[in-house]
């Protein structure tokens, strides 16, 4: 356990994090930001700032495009603050599922464009895994695991030719709150398991079946670019959206966890536990784009302040 009041953790947003206008006030405060959109855009061979800044909306909530931008903002947001003096570099990092190649990236794992290639594959890879089968996510109000998993389970029960429907748990966000992920089929008849059970449930506007056997496909790509990149160890520690605990300098487990997590739980409330646990007098800063990590973590530890650098303060 660290007492080290200067210890710093960086929280990196994940896929809904993503709005039209989203770090174009750091775009426009710092240079080192623009720069930032700047080196994206001439990689990716499109204008992402402006993607960004001015939408369309439907075009930048898109699997593939969400993605690149949520990556790019953070790392621009964090551009700033580390010239601005604001923060140090961290000594843990932690991102939300696509925000788990972020933290990576700030722990020094592989560099900005590398990590850009990276996310661009991923959500690429997602989006096409999920255009291959009906499928969506559903998220349970007031559910604790053994309820999600019971859930899944009878819902599938239900089901005629249940070989071929899947449903099982895809994040845990915070207590009381948990998604389900599977095909469509499945989905609909948790919805109707979870009334039965006195759970509220919302069918969540995402491409398809994140976090499950279904994107498995996409997994085995990403394993192959993992295979491709430069890599170096991390010198902070990251956490592991599939643990719950730091990484470690192994870089074939980081990789394999890495794989793993696109068919596996996200365990974000376990992940948050350990920090504040090993670290509990950190300063925590969520970077931009948005403000979800700052919410979730009202309702893991109400006692832990998030400091949200969304936009310049």
Known sequence: MSNDPNTTVLLCPGQGAQHVGMAKAWHDARPVAADTFRQAGDALGFDLGKLCFEGPEDQLNRTDMAQVAIYTASVA????????????????????SLGEFTALHLAGAFDFLTGLELVKLRGQAMQDAAELTESSMVALVGADEAQALALCEEALDDLENQGDEVLVPANF???????????????????????????????????????????QPAADRLAEA????????????????????????????????????????????????????????????????????????????????????????
């Open 77 to 96: 947001c964090h551009r700033a603050l580390v010239e601005t003096g604001v923060v140090d570099d961290g000594q843990l990092t932690a991102g939300l």
């Open 173 to 215: 966000n915070c207590p009381g709150q948990v998604v389900i992920s599977g095909s469509l089929k499945a989905c609909e008849r948790g919805e109707a398991v979870a009334d039965k059970m006195g759970l509220r449930s919302t069918q969540l506007p995402v491409a398809g079946a994140f976090h499950s056997p279904l994107m």
């Open 226 to 313: 993992l295979d491709r990149a430069d890599w170096q160890p991390p010198r902070a520690e990251v956490m592991s959206n599939v643990t719950a605990e730091p990484h470690g300098d192994d870089i074939g487990s980081i990789k394999k966890r890495l794989v793993e997590q696109l068919t596996h739980p996200v365990r974000w409330s376990k992940s948050m536990q350990h920090v504040i646990e090993t670290y509990p007098k950190a300063r925590l800063i969520e970077l931009a784009p948005g403000k979800v990590l700052s919410g979730l973590m009202r309702r893991i530890d109400r006692k832990t302040k998030v400091e949200n650098f969304a936009a310049p303060g």
